[in-house]
């Protein structure tokens, strides 16, 4: 990213949620979120010792967020933490991948439908966006039916060293009227 595509990470709402950048208070929320099994099991990930996840917050606060590297929020329902959200390029996709995580207990209450419908509206009003991209493990079957939901359609799948398969998922998007 050069310079000139580097956005201050906004305050997003939706109909229920507030995405809201990360403060230094966050940080045991965040690690509780990313610590917790079922979590890591549909992120493709192993859990990952607390001192890593620590440090990543702290890497949030310190270089993302002042270097403006990509869009990170904790999501809040009624001043509760219930999740994570990022829209950001990575290596995985020829664009900005979304990427979102909600801790279980509000987990089919349409708080995904609603969190990636935030992101997807950012996406395209706020980074000027056509498309964004979705990673979904090809066993997390409610994620992937969200996702075509959503109007996201399959690219590819990739097959990881261990067999595991993720599906690259794309969803055109437009800015709101």
Known sequence: MSQGDLVKTPVLYTERLQ????RPADEDLFV???RDEAVCRWMGQERVPE???????????????????????GLWLDGTYVGHAEAKRTGNV?????VTALAPSYWGKGLGTETVRG???HAAD????????????ADNTASLAMSRRLGFRPLREVVAEDGSVTVV?????T???
């Open 119 to 121: 992101l997807a509206r």
């Open 126 to 137: 706020n980074l000027g966006l056509t498309e964004v991209y979705g990673m979904i493990g």
């Open 169 to 173: 998922m794309v969803l055109p998007v």
């Open 19 to 22: 995405f809201l950048p990360y």
């Open 175 to 177: 800015p709101s009227a």
């Open 94 to 98: 020829d664009g900005h991948e979304l």
């Open 51 to 73: 001192e890593d996840i620590r440090a990543l917050f702290r890497s949030i606060l310190t270089e993302v967020y002042p270097r403006q590297l990509f869009d990170v929020w």
């Open 32 to 34: 509780a979120l990313l």
